[in-house]
């Protein structure tokens, strides 16, 4: 009954790596979101999907980069790792249209670096 | 600035008790309004969703919402220690990103 599925569940990289999140989702949803959760700051959405190969930026872009080649799949990508950028990240999946009744996260990825 | 609020806690109940957990929000255009519980180190699970004013259940949970006043609630009856958990409260309009409270941590004590 897996829904979102996050490549990672702990990652460990080096300062100024390029690293590389991975999300799938099989619910054949249009939306797909990255969110970072920080103790204190709540989630915040870095960038999130409506479509293949679209994207939008969210509250928090700087640093990141995302892709979205397939319907299925949205990967975030740090272009150069910071100590700064070490945290929780959560990738959801969302049904499209209104009102929206399916939203489901993954299992998280803790990524720190070093 | 779209805004979420919950009050952070902790929030204690002794179990068999109900835990009320409220959350408001500024954008007079949500039109859908979620509750999802975080166990610690884990990804939300969501539990529940309302659109239409009034009370949803859904066994043990109820949630509540009062979009004339901006509001909606969580009802847990007989709460259980397995309960203890944060629980974030997230809205959105249709396709736009879901904007989260910063979560309400309860505590159910045995």
């Given at each position: ?114 | ?15 068999g008790a109900i835990a009320s ?48 006043s901006q509001y909606v609630s ?12 944060t629980y974030l409260c997230a ?20």
């Open positions: 009954d897996v829904k979102v599925t996050q490549s990672s569940r702990y990652l460990v990289k080096r300062t100024g790596e390029k690293v590389f999140l991975e999300c799938v989702q099989d619910m054949d949803h249009e939306n797909m979101f990255w969110y970072r959760q920080d103790p204190g700051l709540g989630l915040r959405l870095i960038y999130f999907s409506y479509d293949v190969k679209m994207k939008e930026k969210g509250d928090i872009p700087e640093g990141y980069s995302v892709s979205r080649e397939k319907k299925e799949r949205f990967s975030l990508i740090l272009e150069s790792a910071s100590t700064n950028q070490t945290s929780m990240y959560l990738c959801a999946g969302f049904r499209s249209g209104a009102p929206n009744t399916e939203a489901f996260f993954g299992q998280g990825t803790r990524l720190t670096v070093v | 600035q779209k805004e979420v609020e919950q009050n952070s806690g902790p929030l204690s109940v002794p179990e957990l409220n959350c408001t929000y500024s954008d007079r255009g949500s039109q859908s309004f979620f509750w999802y519980r975080q166990y610690s180190g884990k990804s939300p699970e969501l539990i529940m969703f309302i659109y239409s004013n009034g009370d949803k259940e859904d066994g043990r949970f109820t949630a509540q919402l009062n979009k004339a969580l009802l847990i009856r007989d709460s259980q220690p397995s309960d203890s958990a809205v959105n309009q249709g396709n736009t990103p879901l904007v989260f409270g910063k979560g309400t941590r309860l505590s159910v004590i045995a």
